[in-house]
Each structure stands twice: as C-alpha cells, then as structure tokens.
C-alpha cells in the first residue's frame, strides 16, 4: 500500500512539474546599443572590463548567458527574476538608465558591494566559481570606481 501512495504522489508531483513549465518569464537579452553602454561614458581598463565581464555581465548587462537551468520552472523564475532585477538596479550595458535623481549610476556603491561581499550573490557563485572576486580583483574594480566617479 505504501508504495502505491509513493508511486501516486510521484506522479502527481511529476504532472505538477510539468505543467508549471508553461509558467516561465521570458529569458531576454535586450539589444545593446553601443552609445549607451559604459564603455561610451566611461573609461574602463581591460584588466578592468574582464573582471566585470567575467564576474557581473550575467546579470547586470543585455549579454546574460542563460545556462540550461534558467529555462526549468521553478528554478527559471529566481533565475529570470535575479537578472531583470540586476539589470534593473545597475546596466553596463544600458548605462544611461538611472533614476532621474542621480546624475549618473555611481561606481562607488560597486566598490561597496564587491567589498562587503554582497556581489556577486553567494547563491550565483555555487554554480559560477569563475565569478569568485579576488582580493585584486575588489582593490581594481574600488580603485577604478574612485578614479572614474573624480573621487
């Protein structure tokens, strides 16, 4: 009888995943416009620019690699949901985007995150070792930051 209630209850849970498959955002990326990315406003050093294309672009750019997982619901919606929320708050890509209180997006709460150990998220860098930000990599992407905000 209990075997029964396992093999059922499988297969329920089975259907259940299935059917919650039709219920997926959509993955995009953006079309990137040369003239609004970072690059056109600011100067990045190419040490500079491999850090943050190795450790932030999936989220915080129009360039995200989907990796397979980001197209199974319900992993999909945290996945869909972290990068259009990224994307959101901070867009190398889109980097004239920013509130109408700021003047431009600052560089120097970059610092903040990568220092703190905020960014990039502990949750991304189970599956994201290449991300993992060295000791240097923090001191470039603060030392960049200063310089480019005129601190």
């Known amino acids: 009888m209990n075997g029964t209630r396992l093999a059922r209850t499988a297969g329920i849970l089975f259907l259940v995943f299935l059917a919650i498959q039709a219920f997926r955002p959509p993955r995009e990326n953006p079309p990137s ?3 609004q990315a970072i690059g056109a ?3 990045i050093p190419p040490d500079v620019e491999a ?3 190795r450790a932030c672009y999936d989220c915080h750019s129009n360039e995200t690699r989907w990796p397979w997982y980001s197209g199974v619901a319900p992993i999909s919606w945290f ?3 972290h990068v259009n929320d990224g994307r959101r708050r901070l867009n190398f890509d889109d980097w004239t985007a920013h509130s109408p209180r700021v003047a431009a997006p600052p560089l120097d709460r970059l610092c903040g995150e990568v220092s703190s150990g905020g960014m990039p998220l502990s949750t991304y860098l189970l599956l994201h ?3 993992t930000l060295s000791q240097d990599d923090v001191a470039r992407l603060c030392a960049w930051g200063s310089k480019a905000e005129g601190k």
């Open 51 to 53: 850090t943050i294309r």
């Open 33 to 35: 416009v040369p003239a």
């Open 129 to 131: 070792r290449d991300a």
């Open 79 to 81: 996945v869909i949901g």
């Open 41 to 43: 406003h600011v100067a």
